[in-house]
């Protein structure tokens, strides 16, 4: 995944993180503004409801200490209609009506002088705040039409004269004249509707359209209170919490953007063009290429690439000029060399004869390693292709089939190959000729009688390619060159290219080489052997996507030897 990519999913990341919980901020702060007012509203219609049946209470409580009155009792006296005249004027009833135990109205007193005198001796005994009064209780109706067409709600409480109900006095609220209701109606954080056996009876709620609403009941008389709270009002505190949500998510998200842009201009892009660079010498590209630029920092960053594109330009140039001078003008001179030599073979007699065989044998092997040395070019050119698949095990049988020893000091007797039939590993078939390596280094320095056993292994991760053969072993300090343990010097260095070879074609394909020798402490991931030889393991990764198994390739149970001659 390129880090331009990353870049890009883990801003994606943090903005939608961001963008979520600013959403889920602002939901809860919208449901909290709802859930307030709902709240808010609830506890209004609790407090109308407990407002007004107090109300009630102190109105029946008044006309309880007046109905105790003797001079609401004197019926037709002047002194009763002065103590009506002053229960009107302290309480908030409409008026006061006097009814004697028969049910007939004795005395009468309204805010409406005119209807006072044309329901006295009116018989309200059908009436059943007046029976539910004489009976002894303290009532409060519902809404009723009273005599006076008025609408109106009565309170009665029973007249007593030594302990027998002689009479019912009665207060009357007006409806529409709002006395009673006056606490809830001066409240101005909303409005109040109240409804007595589904009629409303009081609401200041008819100018509102939507509303938020909340009920509580009137404990006295069972009267429905309802709070109203304009919707309009809680819409647009959430209209404000909205913009400001709104601002607060675009200085964030334009904040968050910022950083990222000056991050990525200030370090993702220049990372990605060091990236660039890197990649283009490994493809042996050493032009001009952007600069990286930026701090002082980033400067010295772009100086040393220049220098290393530099130095990596020169060395290959050097390598080349050498490995051509290799190919061309020491071959030339070689060949040269072979060809007089073969002649003074062929007039020489005794001594000189074989000399001149010795001087034609050494050239003929000076060749041959230039032939080899040629290879090292190949080595040089990247690997494009990231899906290489090679089968090993069968490349493997058929180098060894193919391998013919005529040309090298001396023969192999048997090559066994143990392993299954296919082995897939993520490499070229490029590994062939390390293969080819392995099989000239046991052909060059075997045993009396020489042969090699090839162990193919298959691993979950790496195919494991192990060669073993039964010569004199490698020297030590070879083996600690050639795996890096010691540096290459002067003092220290491995006696020929085929080692080097097999370690730079394994490398070439990420893969890995251990030694092991009788003569070696250093035995990597192989057991030693107590006898003489050399093994010499290559790991090669196998593909990202696994080749499906085929009946050889399942476990060591179906593995097979074989047993090739070479002659």
Request: aromatic share 4%; proline share 4%.
């Amino acid at each position: 995944m390129r880090l331009t990519y990353r870049f890009c999913v883990a801003f994606v990341i943090v903005v939608i993180v961001s963008g979520g919980v600013l959403v889920v901020t602002f939901d809860t702060h919208r449901t909290d503004v709802l859930n307030s007012a709902e709240d808010s509203v609830a506890e209004r219609a609790e407090l109308s409801a407990t407002m007004l049946d107090d109300r009630i209470r102190e109105q029946q409580r008044t006309l309880a200490i007046a109905a105790n009155n003797p001079d609401v009792r004197a019926h037709g006296t002047e002194r009763q209609g002065d103590t009506l005249e002053q229960l009107v004027d302290v309480s908030a009833f409409g008026g006061v009506t006097v009814v004697d135990e028969t049910g007939a109205v004795r005395a009468i007193e309204t805010r409406q002088a005119s209807t006072s005198v044309t329901i006295v001796g009116t018989d309200l005994s059908d009436r059943r705040y007046v029976d539910r009064s004489l009976r002894g209780e303290e009532y409060v109706s519902d809404p009723l039409e009273a005599e006076t067409g008025n609408d109106v709600i009565v309170v009665s409480t029973p007249i007593r004269e030594d302990g027998e109900i002689v009479g019912s006095l009665n207060g009357a609220y007006h409806i529409d004249d709002e006395r009673l209701f006056e606490p809830i109606a001066e409240d101005d954080q909303g409005a109040i509707t109240v409804e007595a056996d589904g009629e409303t009876v009081f609401t200041n709620a008819d100018h509102l359209d939507e509303t938020i609403e909340d009920e509580a009941m009137v404990g006295t008389v069972g009267w429905t209170v309802t709070a109203h709270r304009e919707r309009g009002e809680v819409t647009g505190s959430i209209d404000r919490l909205v913009l400001f949500q709104t601002a607060s998510a675009v200085a964030l998200l334009g904040s968050v953007t910022g950083f990222a842009v000056w991050i990525y201009r200030s370090k993702v892009r220049r990372i990605g063009r060091i990236l660039e660079r890197l990649r283009a010498l490994e493809r042996r590209e050493y032009g001009d290429e952007p600069a990286i630029g930026g701090a002082a920092e980033w400067r010295r960053i772009d100086r040393a690439l220049d220098g290393l594109a530099g130095s990596l330009a020169r060395r290959e140039q050097m390598l080349l000029v050498l490995n051509r001078i290799l190919r061309h003008n020491l071959r030339n001179t070689l060949n040269l060399v072979v060809g007089h030599a073969d002649d003074l073979e062929s007039r020489l007699d005794g001594e000189n004869r074989e000399s001149a065989a010795e001087i034609a044998a050494a050239t003929r092997e000076l060749l041959e390693l230039a032939d080899r040395a040629r290879t090292t070019e190949s080595l040089l050119d990247p690997i494009d292709d990231e899906t290489l698949r090679t089968d090993v095990a069968t490349i493997t049988r058929e180098r060894v089939d193919a391998f013919d020893a005529a040309s090298r000091s001396r023969d192999l007797e048997t090559v066994i190959v143990d392993g299954p039939e296919q082995a897939i590993a993520a490499c070229g078939e490029g590994i062939g000729i390390a293969i080819d390596e392995l099989l000239a280094n046991a052909a060059d320095h075997a045993g009396p009688n020489p042969s090699v056993t090839i162990e193919i292994e298959p691993t979950p991760e790496w195919i494991r390619l192990a060669v073993e053969d039964d010569g004199p072993g490698i020297p030590p300090e070879d083996i600690s060159v050639i795996t890096g343990e010691q540096e290459l010097s002067q003092v220290n260095h491995a006696g020929g290219i085929g080692l080097w070879l097999v370690d730079w074609i394994v490398s070439r394909y990420g893969g890995r080489l251990s030694i092991s020798s009788s003569e070696s402490a250093t035995a990597g991931d192989v057991t030693e052997r107590d006898d003489a030889g050399s093994t010499v393991v290559l790991e090669l990764p196998r593909p990202a996507e696994p080749t499906p198994p085929t009946e050889n390739e399942a476990g060591t149970e179906d593995a097979r030897s074989d047993r090739i001659p070479t002659q």
